[in-house]
């Protein structure tokens, strides 16, 4: 069956570490990958989209991996700050889907302690 | 620039009553449609999009339905709510040739008693 997993539903690190969060798929052939965030009770917030051809992506303190290989994605947030206490979200997009064919996982909940 | 509302914030409703939540967009034309449902300790989960008025897919079959009336409003709809309809709502648009650029609304939290 078709699977997309976030390793950890929490992560919690200490200000000023680097922050690695996971995401992991099987059964999909992935044309991109796109990160969010989302605050408690509020929509997520479209962060980094990587697609299938590129290696790594980078934005300020963020930075996205893909290996179609592992079939995972690597999100890294840098120097972290409690500001980026949040649940990151990943999402798939694959070709021949319908329009609506964004396949999100559950989200890992980061905690940065100051 | 583009902005999305959603209505209402919150709502609590009795299981059997009816649903209507409104979802609009502004500052862009042709833009598809989404409908999303996020359970407690689950992901979010599509259930309705639309790519032009009154043109609506569903994803999952379901107590809901959902209507696009003019080109930049879109409305989830039910009958009768089921206490498995409570939840985190989420409207979303994209540009129309890129799908895959969605951009979501505040919500609205959905308690079913």
């Known amino acids: 069956s078709q699977k997309i997993e976030q390793n950890s539903e929490a992560l919690n690190i200490q200000e000023g570490k680097t922050a690695t969060l996971t995401c992991n798929y099987t059964n999909y052939s992935p044309a991109y990958l796109q990160w969010y965030r989302q605050d408690p009770g509020r929509g997520p917030v479209f962060l980094l989209l990587i697609r299938e051809n590129e290696k790594e992506k980078r934005k300020e303190r963020l930075k996205v991996t893909f290996d179609t290989t592992l079939k995972q994605s690597l999100f890294h947030i840098t120097a972290s700050q409690p500001a980026d206490s949040a649940t990151y979200l990943c999402?798939?997009?694959?070709?021949?889907?319908?329009?609506?064919?964004?396949?999100f996982g559950k989200g890992t909940k980061l905690s940065v302690k100051p | 620039s583009q902005t999305i509302h959603q209505w209402p914030a919150t709502l609590v409703q009795p299981v059997g009553s009816p649903l209507s939540l409104e979802c609009t967009v502004e500052g862009t034309s042709n833009p598809n449609l989404y409908w999303y449902r996020q359970a407690a300790g689950r992901g979010l989960q599509l259930l309705f999009y639309s790519v032009g008025i009154g043109q609506i897919s569903s994803e999952v079959p379901q107590n809901l339905s959902a209507s696009r009336p003019q080109d930049r409003q879109f409305i989830l709809s039910s009958k009768k709510l089921l206490l498995s309809d409570s939840g985190f709502y989420l409207c979303a648009w994209s540009p129309r040739t890129a799908f895959y650029e969605q951009y979501f609304g505040p919500g609205t939290r959905l308690t079913v008693t």
């Open positions: 999402a798939l997009v694959v070709y021949g889907g319908s329009q609506g064919n964004l396949i």
